[in-house]
Each structure stands twice: as C-alpha cells, then as structure tokens.
C-alpha cells in the first residue's frame, strides 16, 4: 500500500522534553510537509523540504527542528522551547511539480500531542 | 500576507445539497484545494480546480470559482450522514513557497 504514516498515533510529553514525530512515505514523493493544527483553526505550516538534505522554515517554525536525510523520512522534533506543543500534528508529501496540478499534497493519519 | 477565510458551521438535512464557501485574498493562486477531516484523522483530499477554469464536477461534488471575486464554493448534491465533517479550502501559488494556505474550516453537520 503506498501511502504516509505517522507514528506514534498519541504522544504524551512532560514540559521541558523533547519529542520526536516520525513521518514516513513511500510515494517517492519530492517534497514533505508539516502543519500543526489547533482547534477551531486551519493548518499552520511548521517546516517544509523539497529536497533531500534541505529545508525550508515556514510560518511557526520557532521551537521545532527537522531533518531530511532521506527522501521517505522527514522526522519533527518538538524541543523544550516550543511554549504551547499541544496540538495535532499533520505531515503531507507532494510530487513539487508546480503549475501541473501533480504538486497536490497528501496527508498523513496525524499524531495528537499532548504536553503533561 | 495571504489569507484564506470560511464560515465555520453549516448545518442541512440528509438529501439536500450542501455549498461551503471560501474566499481568499492570493491574487497568485494557481490551485485551490477542497479536504475533507473526520474526527482524529488526518485530511483527505477531495478534489481541486486549476485557477484558469470556472468550474470542476466530480460525481456528487461541484466546484465553482470566481477568480475575479475571489470566490470558491464547494456543492455536496444528495449530502448523506457520512458527509459530516470538517471542510478546508486551500491555496498554493506559484510563488516560491508551495505549501498550501488553509482556511479555519467548516463543520458540516447533516441531520437525518
């Protein structure tokens, strides 16, 4: 089955850890994403990479740090000195060939965070 | 910097169309996308329209834009229970970053 996975589904932190989300796919997708979601708002983007070994910060990205060492694999840390971690966490893959309607990204299941 | 807007809340009864409304202030948008979320779960696509066209239909769904206006709508015909959710409108653009800018959503609740 070719897809995006996201694990772990539920994630419990103490204040002052860090925390690793694993985001996985093998859609031999480009380009990977990850948003945050709170409630009652829309998705804000936290990092993106469109290319192995590079990436871009986005709108949140303070408190957060990513990797890309391999094209399948783009892992979220969320460090100590994210204020407020709580939220859903949502990480999308795309082909990234834009203006051909084939950049289109898909998303993963999500893991819920929760800081204790 | 851009923005995307949507009512928050619509409510119909089974069998009756739905229209869910978005506007959105990129004038450089070349895609705009409709996902659906249920509960605890992550976004499914449903369908998106390029910006040079007006209208996309795909089975029970219609997607009208206005470019001019700023305008995209998305109909649901015949809606059922199971189209109870969380819609999104969102946009990408040809300029540089091609992550996508979402609205805050809009809960569709279908009443039997």
């Known amino acids: 089955d070719g897809g995006i996975t996201q694990s772990p589904k539920y994630l419990f932190r103490k204040e002052g850890q860090n925390v690793t989300l694993s985001c996985e796919q093998n859609?031999?997708?480009?380009?990977m994403y990850w948003y945050r979601q709170d409630p009652g708002q829309g998705l804000r983007l936290i990092y993106y990479?469109?290319?192995?070994?590079?990436?871009q910060k986005g709108d949140i990205a303070e408190g957060y740090s990513v990797s890309r060492e391999k094209k399948e694999s783009f892992p979220l840390t969320v460090t100590s000195a994210q204020k407020n971690p709580t939220a859903f966490y949502l990480c999308?893959?795309?082909?990234?060939?834009?203006?051909?309607?084939?950049?289109?990204?898909?998303f993963g299941p999500g893991t819920r965070l929760t800081v204790l | 910097g851009e923005d995307v807007e949507q009512s928050l809340f619509l409510s119909v009864r089974e069998g009756d169309s739905s229209v869910i409304n978005c506007t959105y202030t990129?004038?450089?948008?070349?895609?705009l996308y409709w996902y659906k979320q249920e509960p605890g779960a992550g976004l499914q696509l449903l369908t998106y329209?390029?910006?040079?066209?007006d209208m996309k239909q795909d089975q029970r769904l219609t997607v009208l834009l206005n470019k001019k206006d700023k305008h995209l709508s998305l109909r649901i015909a015949d809606t059922q229970t199971g189209d109870s959710a969380i819609y999104f409108c969102?946009?990408?653009?040809?300029?540089?970053?091609?992550?996508?800018?979402f609205g805050s959503g809009t809960r569709l609740q279908v009443q039997p």
């Open positions: 999308a893959s795309s082909i990234d060939a834009p203006g051909t309607g084939e950049d289109t990204q898909y």
């Open positions: 859609l031999n997708h480009d380009a």
């Open positions: 990479s469109q290319i192995v070994n590079d990436f």
């Open positions: 990129d004038s450089s948008s070349t895609y």
């Open positions: 329209i390029f910006s040079n066209m």
């Open positions: 969102a946009e990408t653009s040809d300029t540089g970053r091609r992550a996508l800018t």
